[in-house]
């Protein structure tokens, strides 16, 4: 999950995805990679006891690292595990790139869960660029503001490029245009990224879905709450469901 711009949505859309993906039985495990301005344990209400930077520097193990997430009661209970940032410390260009890339590995390895969802943090720091280029699939996250469509247009100039030099020519990068005023407000922004992508990039994008703006969602995030648990016929909650659903489509075995 990635975008160029701070604030479009990318922790809680990372977060309901995980809580959507869990309801329907699958494993998922959230690594917080936001490593500056960590906050899905702060979203989640979780107080973790460690953290990726644990990890990371092989003080403690995986299993021993990630917290588990409960929610949901009775039949519509559901779990999955996050593995905590850490903010302010040791900014994202202080992140050792081997040691992630080997962390990665060995949860690809352990086959212990069917999503790993990673949430970036904005902008295009080496780490995060080449986190992105690695990923399985690649959600860019947007609203209809300009910064933030000239932020993810530059997002998506360098993940072709950085693609390319990873080995890959296939690109798995969808679009989300997320806090649309509507659904046909949403696809009209995606149209104007196509547009640009196309001309300059001879490149199409597909959109993996609109999620429109919904005053519950600061509600639900306020409330350190589930939308899709809450607010399950919520616009936003909706529009979430639908997301996983062409992600899921997709028949992709991971996201990041
Ligand atoms: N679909 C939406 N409708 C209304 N508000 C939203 C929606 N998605 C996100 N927000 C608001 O945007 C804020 C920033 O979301 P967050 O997930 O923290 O962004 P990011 O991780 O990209 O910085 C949230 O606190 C929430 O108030
Ligand atoms: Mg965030």
């Not at 890959?168 to 949403?186: E, P």
């Not at 919904?214 to 607010?231: G, H, K, P, T, W």
Request: net charge neutral; proline share 3%; glycine share 8%.
């Amino acid at each position: 999950m990635a975008s160029g711009k701070g604030g479009v949505g990318k922790t809680w859309l990372s977060i309901s995805l995980a809580q959507a993906l869990a309801s329907s039985g699958y494993k998922v495990l959230i690594l917080d990679g936001d490593f500056g301005l960590a906050n899905v344990d702060i979203q989640l209400g979780l107080v973790p006891t460690h953290d990726v930077v644990d990890v990371l520097s092989g003080d403690v193990t995986i299993k021993d690292g990630v917290q588990h997430f409960c929610g949901g009661t009775g039949d519509a209970a559901y779990s999955f595990d996050v593995l905590a940032g850490r903010s302010g410390v040791s900014a994202v260009s202080g992140m050792n790139r081997d040691a992630l890339d080997k962390l990665l590995l060995s949860l690809r390895l352990a086959r212990q869960y069917d999503f790993i969802l990673v949430d970036l943090c904005a902008g295009i720091d080496p780490i995060t660029r080449h986190l992105a280029a690695i990923a399985d699939q690649l959600l860019a996250v947007t609203t209809d503001e300009p910064t933030a469509l000239a932020d993810v247009y530059a997002i998506m100039k360098l993940y072709l490029r950085d693609r390319r030099r990873v080995g890959g020519d296939d690109m798995h990068c969808q679009l989300v245009i997320n806090q649309a005023s509507s659904h046909r407000s949403g696809v009209q922004t995606y149209e104007k990224l196509l547009q640009a992508c196309r001309f300059f990039l001879k490149w199409e994008p597909q959109l993996a879905g609109t999620v429109r703006k919904d005053s519950r969602v600061s509600a639900a995030i306020r409330m350190q709450s589930s939308l899709l648990e809450n607010f399950p016929a919520s616009p936003a909650a909706v529009d979430v469901g639908r997301l996983v659903r062409q992600v899921v489509h997709g028949s992709l075995p991971a996201v990041a």
